[in-house]
């Protein structure tokens, strides 16, 4: 005799279609206080559709370790579910109140594949549909509600010097009314506090790549650790202030994802339309548990075609690298060809399976571009080495071999050492110890052949333009070198195409 089925929770009357989703209302017995622990969780999933304007409030969190599962009870079946959700209930529920939610590990049957990929494929949709969009960091701790309460005076500060102020950005280092609004928080005892802050903006949740689309498109957004609540932009703008303010506590405390959230928020909110290479190559510091959502967690920002075809295609059946391969593939088939600017991370070899001109989009710790200002943004990079002519480019039947056309423009007669900053030797702090890095710069003006005065091709000093393919060419800076070997034109954008 077989076993009884396992009651599920999502067996509705009728099946989800269309833009149909599912809240969840999560009951609360009288005089239960939020984030109490006194009582179990009990909820109830209800189907409802975009069409209907419901009145709820989504919930954006990380999913945290597997295990251990912690027990609720939903439409009156017992269903296990992470620990850092169940805190999540329990702090949003309300004494004698119903609370309407959306969070996707219950709303969303994670047993059922083919259900899962129609509700990513309208995501975004539901995030903006919320009233708004409550940002779980997690319960108290790590003196969490003291780097709250931080937050908040930093945030109230900078208030008051906006009051005389145009701006809080670049804020001048002689303005006596800095020193007077903010210095108090650059006192030694006040380093625990900011501490404790850093440790917040340290929590997985500013890591996470679907935080990336919950955060951009909520109409409204609010930060809740533990019992602490914070707006987000008070939240944002004290991420800002930190760094402006020298209030960081460590040499890796530098707020990069806070900061990208809220500049990719700004830009979503005022209508700045960025294509999926753009999008991608921002947020690839952030961490998918699937690699697959390094395209689908982000993919609905993305204005362009290629975004709506492969988010309007989610298929989550198929290896990473084909979707990174076909990703690419379309990018340059539409001439996108800064995809191929895209560098792979440091020391290490490209993935076996995947296409050298498909970036694996897995590696959060990539190179910038050549010549890219903000390491961000690589529609920033300009460069048109192959002037005004349109792109050729062709692949074979399996997709995996890229053909292009091209001119030979010129010949590699050498190629020098490889000098790797983080293995160059240091005395005493800041100070490298120059023999190495002497030995360095010889052998490679050796191999440009530098101490010759020889023109380059394009007209000028071969120092120059070798100095320009090293930096990408930021333009308007002039550099001088330590021989007699000077560079006196303008730095210029590198004419080579990577």
């Known amino acids: 005799m077989s076993d009884p089925p396992t009651p599920s929770p999502y067996h509705e009357s009728e099946p989800l279609v269309g833009k149909m989703f599912r809240v969840l209302y999560l009951n609360n017995p009288a005089l239960i206080e939020p984030g109490s622990r006194d009582d179990h969780i009990e909820c109830n999933l209800s189907p409802t559709s975009l069409g209907q304007h419901p009145q709820f409030t989504a919930l954006s969190y990380c999913w945290d370790v597997p295990e251990p599962k912690v027990p609720i009870l939903c439409n009156g079946v017992k269903l296990q579910v992470r620990p850092n959700l169940q805190s999540a209930l329990r702090q949003l529920r309300l004494p004698e109140k119903q609370v309407c939610i959306w969070a996707d590990a219950l709303c969303i049957n994670q047993d059922d594949l083919e259900e899962r990929v129609r509700q990513v494929k309208f995501m975004k949709e539901i995030f903006e549909a919320a009233a708004e969009v409550i940002v ?70 500013f890591h996470r790549t679907w935080v990336v689309q ?56 005022n209508g700045v339309n960025r294509d999926l290479l753009s999008i991608m190559y921002r947020h690839r510091v952030f961490e998918a548990t699937v690699p697959r959502d390094k395209v689908y967690g982000l993919g609905g920002l993305a204005g362009d075609d290629i975004a709506k075809h492969f988010m309007a295609n989610v298929d989550y059946a198929g290896h990473e690298f084909v979707l990174y391969r076909e ?84 010949t590699i007669e050498a190629v020098g050492d490889i000098m790797i900053v983080e293995d160059i030797p240091h005395g005493f702090p800041g100070i490298l110890r120059l023999p190495k890095f002497a030995y360095m710069l010889d052998n490679w003006r050796q191999v440009t052949r530098t101490s010759q005065s020889a023109e380059y091709p394009t007209s000028e000093p071969i120092a120059d333009a070798f100095v320009q393919t090293l930096v990408g060419g930021p333009p308007s800076s002039t550099l001088t070198c330590c021989d007699s070997n000077t560079i006196s034109s303008p730095v210029r954008l590198a004419y080579f195409a990577g």
């Open 136 to 205: 779980w960091l997690g319960d108290e701790s790590d003196d969490s509600d003291i780097g709250m309460q931080a937050a908040k005076e930093l945030a109230d500060a900078a208030r008051k010097y906006l009051e005389q102020r145009d701006t809080i950005y670049n804020m001048p280092a002689d303005d006596p009314l800095v020193d007077e609004i903010f210095g108090k928080f650059r006192r030694g005892s006040e380093y625990p506090r900011f501490h404790a802050l850093s440790q917040i903006l340290n929590r997985n949740w």
């Open 214 to 269: 919950e955060a951009a498109v909520a109409r409204k957004l609010k930060i809740l650790c533990g019992g602490s609540v914070m707006t987000w932009e008070d939240f944002t703008l004290v991420a800002s202030l930190r760094s402006q303010l020298n209030l960081t506590t460590s040499a890796n405390d530098k707020n990069v994802t806070p900061l990208i959230l809220a500049n990719t928020r700004l830009d979503y909110q």
């Open 327 to 410: 990703v690419a593939a379309e990018m340059l088939k539409r001439g996108q060809l800064g995809v191929l600017s895209v560098a792979p991370g440091l020391n290490r070899e490209h993935a076996d399976g995947l296409p050298t001109w498909a970036p694996d989009w897995r590696v959060t710790r990539q190179s910038p571009c050549l010549g890219l200002w903000n390491e961000h943004d690589i529609h920033l990079v300009r460069y048109k080495a192959s002037g005004d002519s349109e792109p050729s480019v062709r692949f074979n039947d399996a997709g995996s071999l890229l053909a292009l056309e091209c001119c030979r423009v010129d």
